[in-house]
């Protein structure tokens, strides 16, 4: 289907929308294709194809809403999505807050060319999907000690993305992705052990080497081998760079504009306090070129800017959309997210924290006796308290040193205390969306 049949399809959704009743509507059309290849032990496993389009559809009619979606574009499947979302939005209970933009309010977004999004080379079909994984494989089964792979896979997918609205909105938005990534194992017996690789990119010539990304995965399967249980205690905790995301991801969620709203944040009464170090900041940025959460404008229509979230250590703002905007009295921050089959909610795009002055290597060398955190599973929470714990596996240190993997262990904190005292390392990777150091952390409680 082309772009334009999908700009009708999503107009004719905003007529049937009308003539249903609706008093103000916003519709969506999602057209993806998606190839992807497995391989194991030299032979294709898997491959996937899947082209289709999906369409939503959100009325408003007074201070109620309704969502519908569907993946059927024929013309008597809009017009029963219309009636069906006018039928419900009718019996739906008031709410206050939801609504879409003025006209007015909607910026000029950047131009298209300018993010870069779509790869000009020709998409990678199948057999050139499996060649890269294959070259993966054999990279990682070089590695002295690796067993296995369990698999190793390779994806191309194309998006595009059509919103029209009755308030004047017209968009269409394409990216498209390649990806590529392996699980490995190594050891034998009850003393194997995984290790992972995965890279993604806008554009294909910007992944790295199938060879590269075999050869981390094997290397991290083979370091892990032979864990230990340290003693359990209140120990200094360095996040790697492939987990420190995650540590900010629970400051990402602490100021998204829903959970504020609920009072459901540790950070609910911290606006224009210090929730970082001084000398960091938390930067969003959705106009990066070929950047992985790059956009031109929110799913409200507002367009992308370039803010700091937090900065010198200091919480400047919540992450909103139209409806959290008007809960809390504020004005949208423009980071409205939506998909075909609700409406929209805040999230966040792509987003820095600052880089350190040191490396890696100077904080284990100064953290004495600690842990690495190289991988991390489950999660107790309390999005109220910040009261954390979570399991995590990676390498224990003495005398600054890495001296023996450990696995199977259990660290907690407190996020609000964690947060104030982290130290960045200078490793950020500036290819991911969360774009995050290795964090050193004092303080934390690790047991078996």
């Excluded at 030299?42 to 194809?49: C, D, S």
């Excluded at 993010?115 to 890269?132: G, I, K, Q, R, Y």
């Excluded at 938390?282 to 800017?305: C, K, M, Q």
Aim: charged letters at 20%; glycine letters at 10%; aromatic letters at 2%.
């Amino acid at each position: 289907m082309s772009a334009e049949n999908e700009l009708r399809l999503a107009e004719a959704l905003l007529e049937a929308a009308r003539q249903a009743g609706a008093e103000a509507a916003d519709a969506m059309v999602v057209a993806a294709t998606a190839v992807g290849v497995g391989v194991a032990e030299g032979v294709l496993e898997e491959a996937e194809r899947a082209e289709g389009v999906d369409l939503g559809l959100r009325v408003l009619i007074g201070q109620r809403q309704a969502c519908v979606s569907s993946s059927d574009p024929r013309p008597a499947t809009i017009a029963e999505m219309a009636a069906r979302a006018v039928a419900i939005a009718r019996e739906a209970p008031e709410d206050p807050y939801c609504g879409l933009a003025e006209p007015d309010q909607l910026g000029i977004a950047a131009e298209a060319a300018a993010l870069d999004l779509v790869d000009p080379a020709e998409p990678l079909d199948p057999a050139a999907l499996e060649a890269l994984a294959l070259e993966a494989e054999a990279a990682a089964l070089a590695i002295t000690g690796v067993r296995q792979v369990d698999q190793a896979s390779a994806s191309f997918s194309h998006d595009r993305v059509t919103l029209v609205a009755t308030n004047g909105l017209t968009s269409t938005t394409e990216c498209t992705a390649t990806g590529l990534g392996l699980s490995v194992i190594a050891g034998e017996g009850l003393g194997r052990e995984r290790g992972f690789a995965y890279e993604r990119r806008r554009h294909r010539a910007d992944l790295p080497t199938p060879e590269w990304i075999g050869t981390r995965a094997g290397e991290r399967a083979v370091a892990a081998l032979g864990p230990k249980k340290p003693k359990p205690g209140r120990y200094p905790v360095l996040y790697d760079e492939r987990v420190a995301a995650s540590l900010i991801a629970h400051l990402l969620s602490a100021i998204n504009g829903a959970a504020v709203a609920r009072g459901a944040s540790w950070l609910a009464e911290a606006m224009e306090t210090q929730v970082l170090p001084t000398g960091l900041s938390l930067i969003e940025d959705p106009l990066i070129p070929r950047g992985l959460a790059s956009r031109r404008h929110d799913a409200e229509g507002f367009a992308a800017l370039k803010r700091a979230l937090v900065e010198d250590g200091v919480l400047k703002s919540w992450v909103l959309d139209l409806a959290t905007a008007r809960q809390l009295g504020l004005k949208t921050t423009g980071n409205a997210r939506r998909g075909p089959g609700g409406p929209p909610s805040p999230g966040t795009t792509n987003v820095a924290l600052s880089q350190g002055a040191e490396s890696r290597d100077a904080l284990i060398a100064a953290m004495g006796t600690g842990m690495i955190v190289t991988s991390m599973l489950g999660a107790s929470i309390n999005p109220t308290t910040g009261s954390y714990s979570r399991g995590a596996s990676g390498f224990w240190v003495e005398g600054g040193e890495i001296v023996h993997p450990v696995n199977e262990i259990t660290i907690a904190g407190s996020l609000p205390e964690m947060m104030r005292t982290l130290v960045a390392a200078d490793d950020a990777d500036p290819n991911r969306a969360l774009k995050v150091p290795s964090l050193l952390v004092e303080g934390l409680t690790i047991g078996a």
